[in-house]
């Protein structure tokens, strides 16, 4: 198993430029979501995902689009980057039971020129 | 809103010693889970240990160790006998039951300095 692949690892925009950050996983686990990571601000929730079709926001969804069509997959979009999007995002998914555990992805480090 | 708050924005320990991480939350929920995330320099988020808000027991996981205070709204990581291995960045995280839909909320995080 592969767990929760995200890619890319790194990535340098413009101001202005659009992107998709890729997170797959092969757990056939039902929740998935996307966090970022700001040096001394810890992990924020920016969308979940409660199982295909359905999304919602978390809680700084801001700038951001997600979808799910797949059980695997649940991409994330940059619509129009900013200089204050540079961060370390990470996807993590788990199981749709409670307390079970998330796994996280190795991360994709952001940066918005 | 929850909060988790880590009032302890570094810690060092020499090898082979005990450390105990500080975590506080706030909740207006009875029920919940609490974890602790531990991020070396390779980024790669590892779970360390997870606590049931309903059980009284305070979880182990080998050299790893909680004291879980539910009315104080306090959840401690002890990590006994350090290794250079355990040099990281640790998160508590809360995330409430309800099927744990809107996902973890984390605190900012205390950098772990282990000392040879």
């Known amino acids: 198993n592969a767990g929760v692949t995200q890619t890319p690892k790194f990535q340098v925009l413009k101001t202005g430029q659009s992107m998709t950050l890729q997170c797959a996983q092969d757990?056939?686990?039902?929740?998935m979501s996307w966090y970022r990571q700001d040096p001394g601000m810890g992990l924020r929730l920016i969308h979940y995902?409660?199982?295909?079709?359905?999304?919602d926001q978390g809680e700084v969804p801001n700038g951001y689009n997600v979808s799910r069509s797949t059980t695997e997959d649940f991409p994330l979009r940059l619509l129009s980057a900013a200089p204050s999007q540079t961060s370390v995002y990470f996807c993590?998914?788990?199981?749709?039971?409670?307390?079970?555990?998330?796994?996280f992805g190795q991360g994709t480090r952001l940066t918005v020129v | 809103a929850q909060t988790v708050t880590q009032s302890q924005p570094e810690m060092s320990v020499q090898e082979a010693e005990t450390v105990t991480l500080s975590c506080t939350y706030d909740?207006?929920?009875?029920?919940?889970?609490l974890f602790w995330y531990k991020q070396p320099p390779s980024r790669q988020m590892i779970l360390v240990i997870r606590q049931e808000a309903y059980k009284q027991q305070n979880a182990t996981e080998n050299r790893f160790s909680v004291n879980f205070q539910k009315a104080a709204k306090s959840f401690s990581l002890k990590i006994s006998d350090s290794q250079l291995g355990d040099a990281a960045m640790y998160f508590c995280?809360?995330?409430?039951?309800?099927?744990?839909?809107?996902?973890?909320?984390f605190g900012k995080g205390t950098h772990l300095i282990i000392q040879p």
């Open positions: 995902s409660v199982g295909a079709g359905i999304t």
């Open positions: 993590a998914s788990s199981l749709g039971i409670e307390g079970t555990e998330a796994f």
């Open positions: 757990m056939n686990h039902e929740y």
């Open positions: 909740t207006s929920e009875s029920d919940y889970y």
């Open positions: 995280a809360y995330r409430r039951t309800g099927g744990g839909a809107d996902g973890l909320t």
